[in-house]
C-alpha cells in the first residue's frame, strides 16, 4: 500500500478517535445535565408540595378560627362531633373517596341537574380535586375532563356548538383554570405588557371617547358640541384623531402580547394543553371533515376565552397586576383575542380597522393550537409521579356541611340513573344503603367539617389474607386486582407474561376509560412492587 494512502487511513483513525472521544465527553456531559435537571425538578416538585401543603394548613386554620369565633359568639364551640355522627362522617369519607377515585360518578352527576346544581357541583369537584400538585388527583381529575368531554361531543349535532354553550363540563373547566397552578403562566406572559399599559387610554368606541373628550379638561382648550350623535362624534376630526392613535396603540398591545403568548406555548400548564389535545382529537374523530378554521376556534377558544382572555379584562382580581384599574381598561385587547380565536372579523365600524390585523395573525394562532395541542399523554406525564404516591396517606379535605348533604340528595334522588350505581359490587351503593335517606335541610349546613380521604380500595369490602409485612403496597395492587376482576368479563387464557396479558385487555377495552383506568393503575402498582422488592419476584413479568 502506497505511503500516502498508510498515512490518509492513519489520520483518518486519529480523526475518528478524536471525534469517539469528544463524543464520549458530549455524552457524558448531557448524562451530568439531565441528572442534575431530574434532580431539581424533583426538588422543585418537592417544594412545590410543600409550599402547597402550608397554604391549606393555613386556609384550613382561618376556617376553624372563623367557626371558633362565630360558635363562641353564639352557643358556645362546635367540634365536629357535634355537628355530625362520628359513623355518618366516616361513611361520608368513604363515599368522597369513591366519587374522587370513579371519576364517571361525579361525570354522570353533572349532566344529570339542573343548571343552578351543576354551578355549585361544580365548585365541589374542583375542591374535592383541590391538591394540584398530586399526581394522582391530576390524572383523576384530567380523566374526569376526558369523560365529560365525550359525552359533551357526543350530544353535539353541529359544528358551532362544541363546548360554546354553559355547559357542566365549560363551568368545571372555567373553575379548573383559575386554580393557583395556572396563574403562574398567566402572570408570565401578561404581567409586564398590562403593567405597561395602565396609564395608557384604550378605549375606541366613539361613544364612549366622545363622552370622555366632554368631561376631559381638553374640551376646555378645544371645545366640541355636546349634542353630538354617536355617528357624528366618530368623524368628528378631534374625535376621529384621538380613536386613530388609540387604535395603532391598541393594535401593537395586542401583537406584544399575543406573540408572548405563542412564544410560551409549551409553557401553558400541562393540564390545560392535554384537554385541548384531547377536545381536539374527539372534534376530528366527529368531524373528520371540519375546516382548520373550526379546529382552531375549539382549542383557540379553550385556551383564550375560558383561561387567558378572562385575566386579561380582570387583571387585578387575577392578581397579575397590582394597579387597581377599571374592569373596562383591558376589554379590548381581550375583544381582539377573542374574536381571533373564534376565526371571526369585526363588523362594528370603529373595530374594522383590526380586521388587517386579524387576518395576519390568523397562521401564527394555528401554529400556537398545533404546538399546544402537541403534549405527551397522561401516563407518560405522570407515572412515575404515580409510583411514588401509591402509598400516600389519607389527606385532609374541608368542605361545608351543605355540600356534603347536597351529594348525598342528588346522588339518592338520580341513583337509578347514574351508570354504575346500581351494580352488584358498586362500593358506593353500599355506602349509600348504610347513609339512608339524605337528611333534612338543617341550619348548620355553611358550618364546615374536615374530613380523611384516603383510597377506598385499603379498606375494601373483600375480606382477603393480610398485607405481608415484608411487601409495602401489596394490599393496593391486591385491591386495584380485585377491582378490575369485579369488572371485566374474563381474562384470556394466555402464557403470555403478565404485562402482555393486561395490554391486550387495555386493547380490548379502549373504549371503556374505567376499566381502562383501573388496569393503568394495577399496572403500575405491580410495576412499584417489582421495583422495590425485585429478589421476591424471581420470575418474568
Known amino acids: 500500500m502506497p505511503p500516502q494512502l498508510l498515512l490518509g487511513y492513519r489520520r483518518l483513525f486519529e480523526v475518528q478517535a478524536i471525534i469517539k472521544a469528544d463524543l464520549h465527553i458530549v455524552v457524558t456531559d448531557l448524562q451530568k445535565a439531565l441528572s442534575l435537571y431530574e434532580s431539581l425538578e424533583q426538588q422543585i416538585l418537592v417544594e412545590a408540595q410543600q409550599n402547597f401543603d402550608i397554604a391549606t ?25 357535634s355537628l355530625i ?27 344529570l341537574l339542573q343548571v343552578t346544581d351543576a354551578q355549585r357541583l361544580a365548585q365541589i369537584i374542583i375542591g374535592v380535586y383541590g391538591d394540584e400538585y398530586d399526581p394522582r388527583l391530576e390524572r383523576l381529575l384530567l380523566i374526569l375532563f376526558e369523560i365529560m368531554l365525550t359525552q359533551e361531543i357526543q350530544g353535539c349535532k353541529q359544528v358551532s356548538t362544541f363546548l360554546r354553550a354553559n355547559t357542566p363540563i365549560t ?97 401553558v400548564p400541562y393540564g390545560i394543553r392535554w384537554i385541548c389535545s384531547r377536545a381536539r382529537e374527539l ?91 402537541d403534549v405527551e399523554s397522561i401516563d407518560e406525564q405522570l407515572r412515575l409521579e404515580l409510583l411514588g404516591s401509591i402509598e400516600k396517606p389519607k389527606k385532609s379535605l374541608m368542605l361545608q356541611l351543605g355540600d356534603l348533604y347536597f351529594l348525598h340528595r342528588n346522588i339518592y334522588k338520580l341513583k337509578n340513573q347514574i351508570p354504575g350505581f346500581n351494580k352488584w359490587n358498586s362500593e358506593l351503593r353500599l355506602v349509600f344503603h348504610k347513609l339512608g335517606n339524605p337528611p333534612e335541610v338543617v341550619g348548620d349546613e355553611d358550618d364546615s367539617i374536615v374530613l380523611e380521604i384516603g383510597s377506598y380500595w385499603h379498606k375494601s369490602s373483600y375480606q382477603l389474607p393480610p398485607e405481608p409485612k415484608e411487601l409495602p403496597g401489596f394490599a393496593s395492587v391486591k385491591n386495584h386486582f380485585i377491582s378490575l376482576l369485579s369488572t371485566i368479563d374474563a381474562i384470556p387464557e394466555s402464557n403470555a407474561r403478565f404485562f402482555t396479558v393486561l395490554m391486550s385487555l387495555k386493547e380490548k377495552y379502549n373504549s371503556n376509560i374505567e376499566i381502562r383506568e383501573k388496569i393503568s393503575d394495577l399496572m403500575i402498582g405491580v410495576a412499584f412492587l417489582v421495583s422495590r422488592h425485585p429478589s421476591t419476584f424471581p420470575f418474568d413479568f
Open 85 to 111: 355522627d362520628p359513623n355518618t362522617k366516616k361513611l361520608y369519607e368513604k363515599m368522597l373517596s369513591i366519587l374522587q377515585q370513579e371519576p364517571h360518578y361525579f361525570a354522570s352527576l353533572a349532566n
Open 283 to 373: 372534534f376530528i374523530q366527529k368531524w373528520p371533515n371540519a375546516t382548520q378554521n373550526e379546529i382552531n376556534s375549539i382549542i383557540a377558544g379553550l385556551c383564550f376565552l375560558r383561561y387567558i382572555s378572562p385575566a386579561i379584562a380582570s387583571p387585578t382580581a387575577f392578581k397579575i397586576i397590582s394597579a387597581n384599574v377599571s374592569d373596562r381598561k383591558f376589554t379590548p385587547i381581550a375583544k381582539i383575542l377573542q374574536c381571533l380565536s373564534n376565526g371571526t372579523q369585526f363588523r362594528e365600524d370603529f373595530m374594522k380597522p383590526l380586521n388587517t390585523f386579524l387576518a395576519q395573525s390568523t397562521p401564527n394562532l394555528q401554529d400556537f393550537c398545533n404546538r399546544l395541542c
Open 171 to 267: 363551568k368545571i373547566y372555567g373553575l379548573y383554570c383559575k386554580r393557583q397552578q395556572t396563574f403562574g403562566f398567566l402572570k408570565k406572559v401578561l404581567s409586564d405588557e398590562l403593567n405597561s399599559l395602565t396609564s395608557v387610554e384604550l378605549e375606541i368606541n366613539p361613544a364612549k371617547v366622545f363622552s370622555d373628550y366632554l368631561q376631559s379638561p381638553l374640551n376646555s382648550a378645544n371645545p366640541i358640541p355636546s349634542n353630538l350623535t354617536p355617528e357624528a362624534a366618530a368623524i368628528h376630526p378631534i374625535i376621529s384623531k384621538i380613536i386613530k392613535q388609540r387604535t395603532d396603540i391598541l393594535e401593537k398591545a395586542t401583537s406584544r402580547i399575543l406573540q408572548k403568548i405563542i412564544d410560551n406555548a409549551e409553557n
Open 57 to 81: 394548613e393555613m386556609h384550613r386554620l382561618n376556617e376553624f378560627i372563623s367557626h371558633t369565633v362565630h360558635h363562641k359568639s353564639g352557643q358556645g364551640f362546635s367540634s365536629d362531633s
